[in-house]
């Protein structure tokens, strides 16, 4: 299989003018980097699957690249069609959009919260007969921005207020917007340029570069760039992905693009120079698949060995780093294998604490046993995060005596036994 890291220097030198625009001429042929060579060996993705946008069926999947497990985690949500997934900063939350199960109206799209702690689905935007798109998290976890009929609003998780920044409607539709990383200000489309407004709504001003050409789905990458699929050139209306300035520069072609394709829905690991796109180019598995691309080498590796994509359409990329650059491994680290800790009190009555961690996202049970084997009740079957948790067991209707209780991850199967007394 060929390798285009080749000749990165020309990529970067040759194929580009003065202005940071490609030159189609050096457009070089694009193949995918070898399986062995993906660089990705932690941290989880969620995206969504589906035929088609107009089709609905819209799926959300969770994979854990440690694990390398892929997890449909809307599965049995009452939902037609969930979309465009974002992690909170935490990894513990994602927001989304979705159609409720049997509604396919315009007007009927939602805002959804998905707790992977506590296992909870809220529709955050209920029953309003308007259509609600595009959340992302703020820096804080504590807010969320999206689109409500037309205009960008704020989302306060904690009060349940909504902050509307803008107020024109469809009149000046404004879309897919991304906070920035010191959460004061806000990215969004607007006619099919790119903007930046304060969150108070003031101060509103095009960052898109005056070249015609139309740019989408802006997505900040650190405090000073960001990224967004654009036409390039005027003249060939398939998207490809642009890394794009805060202040006043020349934004950047991506050499792991193909002019031949679309390539949108970017997403950028933290601290690095890789990106989770998705393109329909030529020789992919379904009518878009999800792809990493470097920003810099233009080397694209497929997510093909992972079973990410399917002969669907995978897009809607967001990616979450257990260890991001830069974290102190000393606060709060994450689990680096699965344990099970004995419950607490031990002997107890009425009720016991039962912790355990869990390293790699996995449908997890917790069950609980007699001392002769039979099977007495689940406390929990549910698919969980790596993080640490707790379960209170308080029985009911039982006798003095020993009991197990039993971890099970897929991959681990972990047991403990207990002392009820009556």
């Not at 941290?43 to 449909?72: E, P, W």
């Not at 005027?234 to 490809?240: K, L």
Request: one cysteine or more; glycine letters at 6%; charged letters at 20%.
């Amino acid at each position: 299989m060929k390798i285009y890291f080749i000749l990165a220097i020309f990529l970067m030198s040759a194929n580009f003018t003065l202005n940071g625009a490609p030159n189609w001429a050096a457009e070089i042929d694009h193949q995918t980097a070898a399986v062995a060579d993906f660089p990705i060996h932690e941290g989880m993705l969620v995206y969504h699957s589906y035929i088609d946008y107009s089709a609905g069926g819209g799926k959300l999947f969770l994979y854990d690249f440690a694990a390398k497990k892929r997890i449909a985690i809307s599965e049995n949500w009452p939902l037609h069609h969930a979309m465009n997934g974002h992690f909170s900063p935490d990894g513990q939350k994602i927001v989304f959009m979705a159609l409720p199960k049997g509604k396919t109206d315009y007007y009927q799209w939602d805002i959804y919260l998905w707790d992977f702690e506590t296992q909870t689905l809220t529709n955050l935007t209920p029953n309003n007969g308007i259509p609600d798109e595009d959340p992302k998290f703020f820096p804080d976890g504590e807010k969320i921005v999206f689109k409500q009929n037309g205009d960008i609003q704020i989302f306060n998780l904690k009060t349940k207020a909504i902050i509307p920044v803008t107020a024109d409607g469809f009149a000046v539709e404004e879309s897919m917007p991304y906070p920035t990383t010191d959460g004061q200000k806000i990215l969004y489309e607007k006619n099919a340029k790119i903007y930046m407004i304060n969150i108070d709504g003031t101060n509103s001003r095009s960052l898109s570069n005056a070249d015609n050409l139309a740019s989408y789905y802006p997505i900040v990458r650190d405090q000073d760039s960001f990224l967004h699929p654009k036409w390039a050139p005027a003249s060939n209306h398939h998207d490809q992905v642009y890394l794009s300035f805060i202040l006043p520069r020349p934004s950047q072609y991506l050499p792991f693009n193909d002019i031949n394709a679309d390539n949108s829905d970017p997403y950028p690991i933290a601290g690095t120079d890789y990106v989770f796109f998705s393109s329909n180019r030529e020789g992919g598995q379904g009518n878009w698949d999800i792809y990493l691309g470097d920003l810099k080498t233009g080397q694209v590796w497929t997510l093909d060995q992972f079973g990410i994509n399917t002969t669907l359409g995978e897009l809607g990329s967001c990616y979450f780093n257990q260890n991001p650059a830069g974290l102190d491994e000393g606060v709060n680290p994450l689990p680096l294998q699965c344990t099970l800790e004995q419950n607490y009190p031990n002997p107890f009555n009425p009720a016991t604490t039962i912790s355990f961690e869990l390293a790699v996202a996995s449908r997890v049970t917790l069950q609980i046993f007699r001392v002769n084997g039979s099977y007495l009740e689940t406390l929990l079957d549910e698919v969980k995060i790596p993080a640490k948790y707790k379960v209170t067991w308080q029985p009911h209707d039982i006798c003095t005596g020993v009991y197990f209780y039993r971890l099970s991850t897929g991959a681990e199967i972990l047991v403990r036994k207990c002392i009820y007394l009556k």
